[in-house]
């Protein structure tokens, strides 16, 4: 049996202050849950003050992105080494926007999800097509070849410290949001590739859903077969509602 994972990603979202204030609230409203594995993923600048306000709770921390380089002349970017050293356990990579306005290509995720895992980062991969190769019945196409480009050369060893986040392009941050069926179906076959690929490992895998998720629809996707969490967007932003996605029955 898989363990739920919720994760939040906040974007380019808070101060320092409002970061930390937010990080306190959740904790104490989710502090009484044990059958769910939880996460921020929050900008750089609030991941030191982040990492001692969760420092021995059931909230992890994640980092927004991360470069494949462990230091070097890269101006603006932040290593894992550094993410691992301020306390991170999570780091978000290959996210429709990062894709979509910094042209980060397979490649470069495949890059990012091989350094995480050698410096000991859980990557949460995020793939899923846009309403246009929806439309055209693309969607089992451009997911597989994004899961299987960004997995490639991965050990099967390593696979339990990944996530996957399918997060249909056209349901994030439009208020829209794919049916927990629709959801479910393209999560299964992603399991089924990973199965295909990587043996029974695959089971393991928590493969979340992501777009337009608030606490009236999380439930629909948690009942589902495949589905074993959520990355959510806006409802992260506030303490009250993601923690009610948290705490879904």
Same mark, same amino acid.
């Given at each position: 049996?898989?363990?739920?994972?919720?994760? $939040?990603?906040?974007?380019?979202?808070?101060?320092?202050? =409002?970061?930390? !204030?937010?990080?306190? *609230?959740?904790? %104490?409203? /989710?502090?009484?849950?044990?059958?769910?594995?939880?996460?921020?993923?929050?900008?750089?600048?609030?991941?030191?003050?982040?990492?001692?306000?969760?420092?021995?709770?059931?909230?992890?921390?994640?980092?927004?992105?991360?470069?494949?380089?462990?230091?070097?002349?890269?101006?603006?970017?932040?290593?894992?080494?550094?993410?691992?050293?301020? $306390?991170?356990?999570?780091?978000?990579?290959?996210?429709? =926007?990062?894709? !979509?306005?910094?042209? *980060?290509?397979? %490649?470069? /995720?495949?890059?990012?999800?091989?350094?995480?895992?050698?410096?000991?980062?859980?990557?949460?991969?995020?793939?899923?097509?846009?309403?246009?190769?929806?439309?055209?019945?693309?969607?089992?196409?451009?997911?597989?070849?994004?899961?299987?480009?960004?997995?490639?050369?991965?050990?099967?060893?390593?696979?339990?410290?990944?996530?996957?986040?399918?997060?249909?392009?056209?349901?994030?941050?439009?208020?829209?949001?794919?049916?927990?069926?629709?959801?479910?179906?393209?999560?299964?076959?992603?399991?089924?590739?990973?199965?295909?690929?990587?043996?029974?490992?695959?089971?393991?895998?928590?493969?979340?859903?992501?777009?337009?998720?608030?606490?009236?629809?999380?439930?629909?996707?948690?009942?589902?077969?495949?589905?074993?969490?959520?990355?959510?967007?806006?409802?992260?932003?506030?303490?009250?509602?993601?923690?009610?996605?948290?705490?879904?029955?």
């Amino acid at each position: 049996m898989r363990r739920p994972f919720i994760a $939040g990603n906040w974007k380019m979202h808070k101060t320092n202050q =409002e970061a930390v !204030e937010m990080a306190e *609230e959740l904790v %104490e409203l /989710v502090k009484g849950v044990s059958e769910v594995d939880i996460a921020i993923c929050t900008p750089a600048t609030a991941l030191a003050p982040l990492a001692e306000v969760l420092a021995d709770t059931n909230v992890a921390l994640g980092a927004e992105n991360m470069h494949w380089e462990a230091e070097g002349a890269y101006t603006g970017e932040i290593s894992p080494v550094m993410l691992k050293d301020i $306390g991170c356990e999570y780091v978000i990579i290959g996210h429709s =926007e990062r894709r !979509e306005y910094f042209n *980060e290509s397979n %490649e470069d /995720v495949n890059k990012k999800v091989k350094s995480a895992l050698n410096y000991e980062l859980k990557p949460i991969i995020c793939v899923g097509e846009s309403l246009t190769q929806r439309e055209a019945d693309r969607t089992k196409e451009v997911v597989q070849e994004q899961v299987m480009a960004a997995l490639e050369g991965v050990a099967v060893d390593d696979l339990t410290a990944v996530t996957i986040a399918y997060e249909p392009l056209w349901a994030i941050g439009t208020g829209q949001s794919a049916t927990a069926e629709e959801a479910n179906q393209v999560i299964k076959y992603i399991r089924e590739l990973l199965t295909e690929k990587f043996g029974e490992v695959a089971e393991q895998l928590q493969i979340q859903y992501g777009g337009s998720v608030k606490p009236h629809n999380i439930s629909e996707f948690m009942a589902t077969s495949d589905i074993d969490g959520a990355l959510v967007g806006s409802a992260s932003l506030e303490a009250e509602s993601f923690a009610e996605i948290v705490k879904f029955e």
